[in-house]
Structures are given as C-alpha cells and as structure tokens.
C-alpha cells in the first residue's frame, strides 16, 4: 500500500472511532471536520500516476501521515479512558490538540497548490490562523462546560469540585495505588469454622427488614453482633437435606474467604412441631448495604470512594 493509500485508511478509522467518543467530543469532532477537508488534495494526488507525486507531494503525505497518528490517539484515548482519568485528564485537553491542529494547518499550505484557483480560497480559509484559534477555544469551552456539567450532576460541593481540579497529580497517584493494591496478594488470617448453630445461642434484638422470602434481624451470637436471615418458606422442610446443602455452601464460601466479602457464621435449624425454622447467620453490618451507605451520604471525599471500590473489586478479583 502506497503512502497515499496509507493516508485514507488511517483517515477512515478516525471517522469511525468518531462515534464511539465520550469525552472532548467538539474538539475530536472539529479535528475530523479538518481531515476530512485535508482528504480533497489527497484524493487528487490518488487520481494521478504514481510517478507524477513529486518528492514534495510524498513528503507532505509524510507529515500527513504523523499527524493522522496523533490525531488517531486522541479519538482512540477519548473513546476508550476510564471516566476517572477522563475526569482527571480533561482540563488540560487544549494542549494535546494544538501540535496536530497546527500540523494539519502546514500541511493545508501545501496540499493548497494542488487545487484550482476557486478551490483553494475556500480551502485555506478553513485552515485561517484566526478562524481556527477561535474554533479551538470555543471547542475547549464547550468541553470544559459539558465537563462542569457532569460534575456538578453528581452535587458534589464547590470545594471539592476545586480539589478535584487542583489536586490531579495527587488523583492520579491514588488511582496508580489502587492498581498496585489489586495486584498484591491480600493475607487472610484463618477465621473460625462455619457451623450448625443452637437456637439458645442465637439473641434476637431489632427487626430490620421483612420480605416475602424471609425476616431480617439484629442479633448477638456469642456476644458478636450479627445479621439473622430467617426464612419463611424454603424449599425444602427436610433436615437432613437442609444440612447436605449447607454442608456443600461451606465448602462453596471456604473458598471465598476474603476480609472483604460478609462473611456467614453457620445455619440455625430449629425444628417446632415437625415444622423446622431456618435461619443464616451472618456478619452484621451496621452502616447497612453499600446502597444505604451511598443514599445517606451523598458526598463522600475521594479517598473513602477510593477505598470502597478498592475494596469491592478485591472482593470479586480473585
């Protein structure tokens, strides 16, 4: 394949990575806008016998060629980055598009001659120093408010939407810690054995939720505060099968064990008039489930979010 050909290969990939961007979108978009001008000449260069394209013409289908890269890893990195480095990365998008902008605005001057007189007025007008500065700044605007926008949706107080900004070296230092955490083995201590236990072992203290399946209590089981699971109609009424599957839940949880999944103390089967009651004892939690704990505080610092997500994903990265 020919550098020509190379050109308008590179060129259809960003058009179609184009829809798939999430952040910097008008900035992406205007730097597509550019190219697809930019591909005029270059169509006219394809039409044309190879040994026509002057060293001049190649050269300039060179430098065309590095600024599709650039700009191809910017889509690319738009498209793609998590909503944290999103978050983090795009105040400081301007930059990242001035090099290829500039580029593709050289390379316009040359590609210029290519084209008939009537041509190339309104082609070089698109690529105007001043026209083109002031589309780049409206375009950092637009992003910089669709930004301000997603933060704000999340009402998150005006000085830790500051922090946020001043603070995203310190950030992206946290999110590179939480990477590494992931990646080291976490040691667990040995806990006690899951077991049968006795009803008289079991307080019962609070009711905190009732379902059809089941009741929820607050409870002590060997002075511990724990969580009562009791079921209403299970499925089966049977004792003995009841302890067969529990017996094989142990062994399912034995290899589960982690600091950060609820960990379960044992079963209760308490049998009354041929009609036994089961009940799971559990770990008790009395912040209640991450939703109750997100509900009532709806503005957590980034260090306490951090550690939350630090410590689900060690609960499912195993």
């Not at 992406?28 to 044309?48: D, G, N, S, T």
């Not at 090099?99 to 070089?124: M, P, R, T, Y």
């Not at 001043?130 to 589309?135: G, S």
């Not at 489930?289 to 709806?298: I, W």
Request: glycine share 2%; charged share 35%; proline share 3%.
């Amino acid at each position: 394949m020919d550098i020509v050909e190379r050109v308008l290969s590179v060129a259809q990939v960003i058009y179609a990575q184009l829809e798939q961007v999430k952040c910097c979108r008008h900035q992406c978009q205007r730097l597509v806008e550019r190219i697809q001008i930019l591909l005029e000449p270059v169509r006219i260069l394809r039409a044309q016998p190879r040994q026509h394209i002057s060293h001049h013409e190649e050269e300039l289908m060179k430098k065309l060629l590095r600024a599709l890269g650039e700009a191809q890893k910017l889509v690319m990195k738009y498209s793609q980055t998590s909503w944290i480095q999103k978050f983090l990365r795009a105040r400081s998008t301007g930059e990242e598009f001035v090099w290829v902008n500039e580029s593709l605005e050289d390379i316009a001057q040359g590609l210029s001659l290519l084209l008939q007189a009537e041509q190339k007025q309104a082609f070089l007008e698109a690529f105007q120093s001043k026209i083109c500065r002031r589309q780049d700044a409206e375009d950092l605007r637009d992003d910089r408010a669709f930004l301000d926008q997603v933060i704000a949706s999340t009402e998150e107080p005006k000085d830790v939407v500051e922090e946020i900004y001043i603070d995203r070296e310190c950030m992206e230092s946290k999110v590179d810690w939480m990477q590494s955490e992931l990646n080291k083995k976490v040691k667990v201590d040995k806990r006690e054995d899951i077991t049968e236990i006795k009803r008289d072992q079991l307080t019962f203290h609070r009711h905190l939720q009732d379902t059809e399946s089941y009741d929820l209590y607050e409870g002590e089981y060997l002075k511990y505060p724990v969580a009562i699971k009791t079921f209403k109609r299970p499925l089966t009424t049977d004792p003995v099968k009841v302890r067969d599957i529990f017996e094989k839940e142990i062994q399912t949880l034995k290899k589960f064990e982690s600091p950060n999944i609820l960990r379960m103390y044992g079963i209760c089967i308490e049998e009354k008039d041929g009609s036994p009651c089961f009940s799971i004892v559990m770990e008790y939690c009395k912040h209640g489930t991450l939703r109750d704990v997100l509900n009532k505080q709806q503005h957590l610092s980034w260090d306490i979010r951090i550690r939350m997500a630090l410590g689900a994903a060690r609960g499912l990265y195993r």
